[in-house]
């Protein structure tokens, strides 16, 4: 028999505890959080905190409520008036951020990432009576355009500002930002000693001081004078660079964070996953088409009824969902994982609902339809519906819904044929001869 060294069995002995220890973190953590989703009742959501800045409105949803300690996430809404700047933040979360109104620019840097533009003009000063001329010059990292529809994925960490500079309308965003995310593992709120900021900077303490200053006008902040003018590339560029990025073979900070796509709107009908002419559609956003969720571990769904329409029981296996209500009105029920009915009420726009991993849900759109956008804590979420022609009935034997049921064979056919062409979203029973 061979013989292991001393050395070599304690690393092994270490290398089994350190397993065991991980492993008994990880059960722990997983035991946590099935308690804090034992919920007897869901409800509807609103903001239960109202920032007023300047420029615009910040909105905060109470992360100790039951629903959001499950799904161990923050949600948050800002609206931005035209001309305003929400001044430079970032999260030690990852967030998933979608635009429900208006259009601006966004500004991501990341620490380690090169400045990819660069900007220079001459400006005129006047210095002891005479007029001279001074280049300026700017660099900076990521920025471009976003619209209504956008999903943006910002990792922890990297810093980011948005502009509104349309004159029309309102910059609204909603943010869901998880908390409890593996990359989290500290929540620091930064203070540096003024007198170190301003020799690190090389400016006067003045200056320093101004920028830890937190002020009066807000989180959110008029731009002065005529707006900003930050340098863009054009649409073309951008798609080209883009498509460069994907083709090139980089490592470490540039794979992760520079080089990396952020956006994918999700109300266009390209590569829409679900449409019923008469029910209505569905599209997702996850690590397949916006490969930056595979790094936060989260992704989007984006869900519109038509009138009276309904989506189909279901649940997921891998994945909090908190679903944002954007438009209309209708009936959402949910059924927890010990069979009772933990939510069975209207839900109106600007409502926000926590479906926990396992629970079963369902919805029927009201008169005028219902949309919402679904922000989900798996990069690839798995959804099990209960009808429909990828559902867990359809899959079971004739005999085995006979027996467990008590039915005849052909209200067993009934139930798991019925609906077989159809996939989550099901007309109005007015409309049952369409077909998704």
């Not at 009742?41 to 100790?64: F, M, N, P, V």
């Not at 599209?283 to 989007?300: F, H, Q, W």
């Not at 438009?327 to 926990?356: H, L």
Request: one cysteine or more.
């Amino acid at each position: 028999m061979a013989l292991i060294s001393k050395s070599l069995l304690v690393s092994l002995l270490f290398s089994l505890l350190v397993c065991a220890f991980s492993y008994r973190g990880k059960l722990q953590r997983s035991l946590d959080d099935a308690r804090q989703c034992r919920m007897s009742k869901i409800s509807t959501s609103q903001a239960s905190r109202i920032i007023r800045s300047e420029g615009g409105i910040t909105e905060l949803w109470d992360e100790y409520e039951d629903q959001f300690q499950c799904a161990g996430v923050a949600a948050m809404r800002n609206t931005i008036q035209p001309n305003s700047l929400s001044l430079p933040n970032f999260s030690p979360a990852p967030r998933v951020v979608y635009i429900e109104q208006g259009s601006g620019i966004l500004g991501l840097s990341a620490p380690g990432c090169s400045e990819s533009f660069r900007s220079g003009e001459r400006r005129s000063f006047q210095r002891g009576g005479q007029t001279r001329e001074r280049r300026l010059r700017d660099q900076h990292q990521q920025v471009q355009r976003i619209r209504s529809g956008d999903i943006i994925g910002i990792p922890p960490g990297v810093t980011h500002w948005c502009y509104n500079d349309d004159n029309s309308q309102e910059l609204i965003a909603f943010s869901v930002i998880d908390l409890t995310n593996k990359i989290n593992q500290l929540d620091p709120k930064l203070r540096i000693d003024t007198r170190f900021l301003a020799e690190s900077f090389g400016i006067p303490d003045e200056l320093a001081q101004r920028i830890q200053r937190e002020d009066e006008r807000g989180l959110i902040v008029r731009v002065e004078k005529q707006g900003m003018r930050v340098l863009i590339p054009e649409e073309e560029e951008r798609e080209e660079e883009e498509r460069e990025r994907e083709g090139a073979s980089v490592n470490g900070l540039e794979e992760l964070y520079c080089n990396v796509k952020i956006r994918q709107n999700i109300d266009t009908l390209r590569d829409i996953d679900i449409y019923s002419r008469q029910g209505g559609r569905l599209k997702t956003i996850n690590r397949k088409n916006l490969p930056i969720l595979e790094i936060l571990d989260m992704s989007a769904q984006k869900v519109g009824l038509y009138s009276n329409a309904i989506f189909a029981p279901h649940w997921s296996t891998n994945a909090h969902t908190i679903a944002y209500i954007t438009r209309g009105e209708g009936q959402i029920q949910i059924i927890g994982t010990n069979g009772q009915k933990v939510m069975d009420d209207r839900v109106r726009q600007g409502d926000v609902i926590v479906v926990p991993q396992f629970f079963s849900s369902m919805c029927k759109a009201g008169s005028q339809g219902i949309e919402w956008i679904a922000i989900k804590t798996s990069d690839l979420p798995i959804h099990t519906p209960l009808v429909g022609y990828t559902s867990a009935i359809k899959g079971m034997p004739i005999e085995v819904l006979t027996n467990a049921y008590r039915i005849s064979n052909q209200q067993a056919q009934d139930i798991k044929y019925n609906r077989e062409e159809q996939l989550m979203i099901f007309p109005s029973s007015s409309s049952r001869s369409d077909s998704s």
